[in-house]
């Protein structure tokens, strides 16, 4: 084995055995037990889907439009759901519910946590890998099976499902009901498969953290990345159980005739169903324990790569790093307790949606402590304004823009009037969708030249950023104003309905359509630049590009196998030292002794 | 001035314990053991640390299927309470004393008699597997009643709980397979104790989960 050589930014280590290197292009990059390949191997999966899914958001906009325009692939791709390239309206809500499912589970769960925390997370605490290695491959695979039962849905017999992303019963646990055959069951077994994934990875993310941290690495040394990612397991080990044991009855609901969802006395297309005494707002109490804390599994990731960047690229150390752990905290207990605010409409007890509504309430208190110690953080900083700079600045931007929504909608009375309509997917868009896509590109623009020892086109970044920001404000903010009118969501067609075309609302959903072509066509830039820049980018040589003080900085970009090549360094210091009065330069790693930082004299010897 | 302002940050860094199986995890160690003593401390730790771990999981999935019944049971009245098949209590005894000879399993492992830890696994499994075969005599004399999987709600949450549990234990008895394929040569396993310790704490925390999944069975009627 090659040595690896540590950078002397290592102030100390401590050797400990080396891991062979795995040989062979299967046990290297196909069945790979390492960490940092399983990371790229989510990352690649969740790129894939995000363009899948994004393809799914434009025919959904396309129909909307022009409900009776034909579009010719789509008669030839999909002969039922669009008969000689119409959309039929059914096709349409089984497109919604695949680009909800597959951007909410294959997206935005399987990159910020499998991809980064998979890749990052060993490195930034001084561990070789995960704890168990083996586990980890099995939780990617678990992940590539589930995602391909969900794409297999397209191509069923009955075409894909309809029932949303939510699944609600009745109509996701009655396959007499049209559109809801095969694809339907795929559905809720693909769901399943994802859930035991989640869990196995859950599992393996919080041992880590706990067990493998370098020595000096104290919880509240970590890396804030570290912090939400631990967190981020720990509320998917707490839900995923909850959605596995809701799929389990939805699935027998549906073939094996139990009642569990399924009321009695329910009349499917003119044919009595056999069911009795199932209660389908069991299943949304089931389904939102998981769903409201999928929100933060998504999003937390996203809010520790913009603390991360922020602070590295303020060259100022994160504005109250405690208050920031605690808040991270808050933000995950909090999110178990407010699942109710999704079903204000389903009839619940005014008291409970009281309840429910003082603590979604609480939340905007962790949240507007955070976004306070982000300006904080930026508050008379060194500013320098990379592209993973501007997409965390954007990330806060969005932040803001979709969490003020959310205290409308957290208050009964208002959520009554706005919940079905568009004004909830302006919000959830923002603040869940496209907020969590920017710690995304942060995270991509930032760990690119670690991950593949190439820079990105810093210009072309640019571009993308300006692009993509603009875009998504011009899809989504408009689109508080249509739910207001109020433009009901999930329906396939606006057009013909008199009260629907009141002022600009017409006009406002071809603008909506054309703004989403336009940012669909940035995402193009980032994907060239992606590919492009793995293979031909300028070659990134150092170790520390961006002089930050994490230890992943401190090996050779792109890693080399084990890491730390059988060393663990030892850790100094918090995560975010920069701009220490009197040290030799702007920054300090965790792993510099005071020595290294302010030079022999200040270091007591 | 500059050490001054900088001191409370950076003490007590080097000696500071920010580590778990760091610690434990000394060179020559785990690494396919050529040498030094096998038992490693830090690395049973952290495979209990992921059993527990697990365990949370596993809580969360059947509080929900217990919320569930609960909801369920409360709000039509199509629920038709029954009694529990009397093989449960046989199949509860024959799991408890499984527990023990698991026990006896740990014992043999810390003398390092590794012929006795198969033996111990070997009654273990087999247990397991008698308490298996009593579940399905369970469901066989459930549905001898005409009380099928969705003849009722009450009958529909007996037959989830029981193959739920029933696919767990089986994930056990997969990993008492495993310690009993692995230990035939010890001497080339490094991560034995740690094996055995986790499977030992998984298959105790399968009786704690039976145990109270029957007690819901029997007194939420």
Redesign the interface.
């Known amino acids: 084995m090659t040595e690896v050589e540590l950078s002397p930014e290592v102030s ?1 280590y ?4 080396r891991h062979p290197e795995p040989k062979g292009f299967i046990a290297k990059w196909i069945f790979s037990v390492d960490h940092k390949v399983i990371g790229i191997q989510y990352l690649l999966l969740a790129l894939v889907a995000a363009f899948v899914g994004m393809g799914l958001s434009l025919l959904v906009r396309l129909r909307l439009v022009w409900p009776e325009r034909s579009f010719g692939i789509l008669g030839d791709l999909f002969p039922v759901g669009a008969p000689d390239g119409v959309m039929t309206p059914e096709f349409y809500l089984a497109m919604l519910t695949m680009h909800g499912t597959i951007m909410v589970f294959m997206v935005l769960t399987t990159a910020p946590q499998g991809g980064f925390g998979n890749y990052f997370l060993p490195i930034q605490i001084g561990a070789a890998d995960m ?2 290695p083996r586990l980890n491959m099995l939780s990617f695979w678990t992940t590539f099976v589930s995602f391909s039962f969900l794409i297999a849905a397209f191509f069923v017999e009955g075409g894909a499902p309809m029932a949303g992303w939510t699944g609600y019963p009745p109509l996701s646990a009655v396959p007499e009901a049209a559109v809801q055959g095969i694809g339907q069951d795929l559905w809720v077994v693909s769901i399943a498969f994802f859930c035991i994934a989640s ?1 196995l990875a ?3 993310f ?2 880590t953290t ?10 509240m ?1 970590l890396p804030l990345t570290v912090w939400t990612w631990f967190v981020t397991a720990i509320l998917g ?6 959605l ?3 799929g ?2 939805l699935l ?1 609901d549906r073939n ?5 969802f399924v009321p ?1 006395g329910l009349v499917v297309s003119d044919k009595a169903i056999d069911h ?4 389908p707002i ?1 299943w949304q ?2 389904f939102w ?1 998981f769903g409201h804390p999928e929100v933060y599994i998504a999003i937390l990731p996203g809010m520790g790569v913009t603390s991360h960047l922020l602070a590295t690229f303020a060259r100022k150390q994160v504005y109250g790093y405690k208050a920031m752990v605690y808040a991270i905290a808050a933000i995950g207990i909090l999110g178990f307790v407010v699942w109710g605010h999704h079903m204000f409409v389903s009839g619940m007890s005014p008291y409970s949606a009281f309840v429910f509504s003082v603590l979604t309430m609480c939340i905007g208190v962790p949240s507007a402590i955070k976004t306070f110690n982000w300006i904080g953080t930026l508050w008379g900083g060194q500013i320098r304004f990379t592209s993973p700079m501007l997409y965390s600045i954007g990330f806060v931007s969005l932040f803001v823009s979709g969490g003020l929504s959310g205290i409308f909608l957290g208050q009964p009375t208002i959520d009554l009037y706005f919940h079905d309509t568009y004004f909830v997917v302006a919000h959830f868009h923002l603040i869940m969708g496209v907020a969590a896509i920017f710690g995304m590109f942060a995270g991509v623009a930032f760990w690119f030249p670690k991950m593949f020892g190439r820079w990105m086109d810093e210009g072309l970044g640019k571009i993308h950023f300006w692009c993509t920001f603009i875009g998504v404000y011009a899809i989504f903010g408009p689109m508080h104003y249509l739910g207001m009118l109020p433009h009901p969501r999930r329906y396939a067609e606006f057009t013909g309905v008199d009260y629907l075309q009141t002022g600009s609302a017409g006009e406002l959903h071809y603008f909506i359509t054309i703004a989403a072509m336009f940012t669909i066509t940035a995402q193009f830039l980032f994907l060239f630049n992606f590919v492009k820049s793995i293979f031909a980018g300028k070659p990134c040589t150092e170790a520390n590009p961006w002089e930050a003080t994490t230890l992943e900085w401190a090996i050779p970009s792109p890693p080399p196998h084990d890491n730390f090549g059988g060393k ?1 360094p ?5 995560s975010y ?1 920069f701009s ?4 030799k330069r702007d920054f300090a790693m965790q792993c510099n ?2 020595e290294a ?2 030079g022999s004299a ?1 270091g ?1 010897d | 001035m500059t050490t001054t302002l900088t001191q409370t940050e950076t003490r007590p860094a080097p000696t500071a314990n920010g580590s778990g199986a760091f610690n434990g995890h000394p060179p020559g160690n785990g690494d396919g053991g050529r040498r030094g003593p096998f038992s490693n401390p830090a690395l049973i730790q952290r495979y209990k640390l992921g059993v527990w771990v697990g365990v949370g999981g596993i809580v969360m999935f059947f509080a929900a299927l217990t919320s569930a019944m609960v909801v369920r049971s409360g709000l039509s009245n199509d629920w038709q309470p029954f009694d529990v098949p009397w093989i449960l209590f046989l199949s509860t005894a024959v799991l408890l004393v499984s527990s023990f000879t698991l026990e006896g399993a740990r014992r043999r492992m810390i003398a390092a008699d590794w012929s006795g830890v198969r033996l111990w696994v070997n009654g273990t499994a087999a247990l397991g597997l008698v308490f298996l075969a009593c579940q399905l005599l369970g469901w066989q004399a459930l549905s001898a009643r005409g009380l099928f999987l969705a003849s009722n709600p009450a009958n529909s949450f007996y037959y989830v709980l029981t193959a739920g549990h029933g696919l767990h234990l089986l994930g056990g008895l997969l990993s008492l397979g495993y310690v009993w394929l692995r230990v035939r040569a010890p001497q080339r396993w490094a991560t034995r104790e740690a094996v055995i310790e986790a499977a030992a704490l998984y298959w105790h925390f399968m009786d704690v989960l039976w145990i109270y999944i029957l007690g819901l069975l029997v007194f939420w009627r």
């Open positions: 100390e401590t050797e400990v055995h704890a168990f869990l859950a599992l393996n919080i041992v706990l067990d493998l941290r370098a020595k000096g690495l104290t919880m040394r080990l707490l839900a995923f159980g909850v596995l044991a809701a389990v009855l027998m094996m005739g139990t009642s569990f009695g009795s005494g199932g209660s069991l109490h089931l324990f663990v030892h850790i100094y210091r918090g030292d220490l009065p009197g040290a002794k005071d930082v302010y200040a007591g």
